[in-house]
């Protein structure tokens, strides 16, 4: 930690927050937002004359309350950076009248209560998302008691009383009575492998750090009784056997079996009910003190990086790598990378070689000092763009300029396009192409499709970074769905052109799928907004016409979302059975005259 | 950008359809050879192949023979996902000295043996499908240039917890400047707060 502080080329950013990021891989422009601290991080020695005489006394969020500290304070002794903090909340206020106790006893002057909030702006090549974990709240899981029993605590909580920097010098006490617990229990796989309260998935690391917590506790205490009860102990990494083989060595009970209940005893000791399965049989224990092995959840932050980011999380709510085995650090978006718990729950051990795994993935990109950009943008055909601008309203890149004269043909800066489309479809000319995925291309691509039998087919279009990718996590999962499906993949669904789903109909296609991101996940900001808006107008035409809407459907899938994907393309299959040859031919005849129409 | 040029105008396109097995990943349920032989029928197909690894050494060796050999001007290969290697076979038409967006994908393994496992004749006949419409995008592909952009040495490292400390170190000592943004007033995150840590029963900080 401390080589961080020094390191030369490392600037640190405290009490920051990341507000805006903006620009692409090689360039992102990003946000700092930096809270004031009230003393200065070069001055400050940490020698805590300000804490000493501060009159404002708070629980300390480092020992999760189980000490105190004052309103200004360092959040622990070997804090980077080294200087204290002021809580502005809890001062009672600089004016000399009311406090300000601190700024006297600061000998160097390092308090100062006219600092003020900083908005700092930066331009970065990568980044790496290593936002971690936060841990998961027992307080809905009542039959251990948390909230009502004192000597119920946290496996977090536990490790502040057994540490000796931690408010009790690392002496074990129960907090009812101060007194050193005979016995102890752990309880495993609290909000995690759970489907009713907490999580399904495993957090990785709760057996092996109740296992240290035995470890550490009989040797300090060598006659005290431990148990644990457990689902299965998932010893699985080098070494941990080991140390369970130790562990139980040393003489730890371990229980197969959840705890159904626990109860307080008048002397303030748990009584815990739990079916030993096993044995097959409910059995007691009182026991001095009860640990929960909490779990691991998404830290808070997860969401609103996301949306900044456009990344994509799992079911879980942890952040998607680009894939499972072969990219497991990459983000889908080019340049960005994890690293530890923001990608899933993990040990130290993993945790480091995943942030060393990101950090060269980075230099990799970085090292050449260029970046070569995807020539999948759009471009406008000056003789039939009509400099109506509805392109430039479009565009969630501002890369399209119109002239500044009256009439003069709309412009994309290449820089700046991202290659969405979704301009070209919306285009009331025609006059935009989107390279590599041309009206001909795609048009192409359909004509061919439904050239034999395409009665039994089903059209679905994908854009590539969500429901393209769910339709390949499908097939990893190796969930089966109805095999008449074929799939045209787009960049976004934005680009998913009217012209595109009448040549289908045209074509004799039953039913025909637009896909794309959740609202709110488009990795182009906001385009498929557009889609929504346009497969809307879309199906009040093909009302109009005389087609039935439904035929034409619009479904949001995530890239971690196969099993939605399936029951889709079932759904589709199921809707597609209900049209008729005859609706067909019909819809084929109403399209034709409606074309004849247009030409004359 | 100047405005892409026409289609190809060759009385002729030469195209070359390479058909994956995957080992038995695609092979098991969809009968390759008869694809790549269905394929071979396509306009503009010159050549179709079914072969075992598309993606490895001597699978891309044969294709690039191909190339020289036959003249092949656009490559079709069915084979995983184009979010998987795409990069590898644009690699290797580079390599031939092709324009990299003259390769189409047609993705037969996780959009098709893979989810339709006990349909054989079904995935089959979408692999056809599938094939027959990568040669048609394929027909129309236009060569791209990619841009070269200057890039910002530096790297952003959000969170000051074990992986972003050990990512930022990982990047500074490389040569690399490290913004690293802690949201609270110290860096070390939770496991600043455990006390002896797995496996190696030492001290966390």
């Known amino acids: 930690m401390t080589d961080v502080g020094r390191h030369p080329r490392i600037k640190l950013f405290t009490l920051s927050e990341i507000v805006d990021i903006k620009g692409y891989v090689g360039n992102f422009d990003i946000k700092i937002l930096k809270k004031a601290r009230y003393v200065s991080e070069q001055e400050c020695t940490a020698c805590g004359d300000c804490a000493a005489v501060c009159p404002v006394v708070r629980p300390d969020e480092f020992n999760l309350g189980l000490s105190s500290r004052k309103a200004v304070f360092t959040p622990f002794p070997q804090a980077v950076p080294s200087a204290y903090v002021v809580n502005v909340n809890e001062c009672l206020g600089h004016n000399p009248v009311v406090c300000a106790k601190c700024l006297e006893a600061c000998e160097k002057g390092c308090i100062n209560f006219h600092m003020s909030d900083d908005e700092i702006e930066e331009r970065v090549g990568s980044i790496i998302v290593a936002t971690g974990l936060e841990p998961y709240d027992p307080t809905e899981l009542d039959e251990y008691g948390y909230t009502r029993f004192e000597n119920v605590l946290t496996s977090l909580e536990f490790e502040r009383l057994i540490n000796a920097g931690g408010p009790t010098k690392g002496k074990l006490i129960r907090p009812t009575d101060r007194r050193r617990p005979k016995s102890v229990g752990f309880i495993q796989c609290v909000g995690s492998r759970s489907a009713r309260k907490g999580s399904s998935y495993c957090s990785n690391t709760c057996c092996m750090n109740t296992i240290k917590s035995t470890l550490v506790l009989k040797e300090h205490y060598p006659d005290i009784d431990i148990k644990v009860f457990y689902i299965d102990i998932r010893a699985f990494g080098k070494g941990f056997e080991d140390l369970f083989m130790r562990s139980r060595r040393l003489g730890v009970h371990y229980l197969r079996g959840l705890p159904g209940n626990v109860e307080e005893l008048p002397d303030h000791r748990m009584r815990v009910a739990v079916e030993n399965t096993v044995t097959g049989r409910l059995e007691f224990f009182d026991l001095d003190m009860l640990v929960l092995a909490l779990g691991m959840k998404p830290s808070k932050s997860t969401r609103g990086l996301q949306e900044m980011l456009g990344l994509q999380l799992t079911p879980d709510g942890f952040y998607l790598e680009a894939h499972p085995k072969l990219q497991p650090v990459d983000a889908a978006a080019r340049g960005i990378f994890y690293a530890g718990c923001a990608e899933s729950p993990k040990d130290i051990k993993d945790s480091v070689t995943q942030a060393s795994a990101a950090a060269v993935r980075a230099i990799r990109l970085m090292h050449t000092g260029e970046i070569y950009t995807e020539p999948i943008t759009s471009q406008i055909d000056p003789e039939k763009c009509n400099a109506c601008g509805k392109c430039v309203e479009i565009c969630p890149y501002n890369a399209i300029t119109k002239g500044i004269r009256k009439k003069t043909p709309c412009v994309v800066n290449t820089a700046a396009c991202a290659g969405c489309g979704t301009c070209a479809a919306e285009c009331p000319y025609d006059a935009i192409v989107m390279n590599h995925f041309t009206d001909d291309q795609i048009n192409n691509q359909i004509d061919s499709m439904l050239e034999k039998s395409s009665r039994e087919k089903i059209l679905v279009f994908a854009c590539n970074w969500c429901s393209y990718a769910g339709a390949d996590y499908a097939g990893v999962s190796r969930l089966q769905y109805p095999p008449n499906v074929r799939i045209i993949r787009t960049m976004c669904s934005g680009r998913v052109d009217e012209k595109f789903i009448f040549n289908g109909f045209l074509n004799g296609a039953p039913v025909v799928l637009v896909s794309g991101c959740h609202m709110g996940d488009c990795h182009y900001i906001d385009a498929n907004r557009w889609t929504e808006k346009r497969v809307k107008k879309i199906r009040k035409k093909m009302e109009k016409l005389g087609i039935r809407p439904e035929r034409l459907q619009l479904e949001w899938i995530s890239a971690a979302e196969g099993s939605r994907f399936a029951e889709i393309m079932a759904r589709m299959e199921n809707l597609r059975q209900r049209v008729s040859i005859q609706e067909i031919s019909e819809t084929i005849e109403i399209l034709k005259n409606q074309e004849k129409m247009t030409q004359n | ?205």
């Open chain 2, 1 to 205: 950008m100047e405005p892409a040029p026409s289609i190809n105008t060759k009385p002729q396109m030469r195209i070359g359809v390479y058909v994956c097995h995957c080992g038995s990943n695609i092979a098991q349920t969809v009968n390759c050879s008869k694809v790549s032989d269905t394929a071979s029928r396509l306009k503009d197909v010159v050549i179709s192949k079914d072969i075992a690894y598309a993606c490895s050494e001597p699978g891309q060796q044969e294709i690039l023979q191909d190339i020289e050999e036959h003249d092949l001007e656009r490559i079709v290969v069915a084979s995983c996902s184009p979010r998987l290697h795409e990069p590898t076979f644009r690699q290797m038409m580079k390599s031939a000295g092709l324009n990299p967006y003259l390769l189409e994908m047609a993705n037969l393994r996780e959009q098709c043996s893979w989810v339709h496992l006990n349909e054989p004749d079904a995935a089959t006949q979408k692999a056809e499908d599938l094939v027959k419409m990568a040669v048609s995008r394929a027909r129309l592909l236009q060569p791209l240039e990619q841009e070269k952009l200057p890039l910002t040495k530096r790297s952003l490292v959000i969170g000051g917890g074990i992986a972003g400390i050990q990512a930022s170190l990982d990047l500074a000592d490389n040569g690399y400047e490290v913004l690293l943004v802690e949201k609270n007033a110290s860096i070390g995150g939770t496991m600043a707060q455990l006390d002896k840590t797995f496996p190696t029963m030492d001290c966390s900080i």
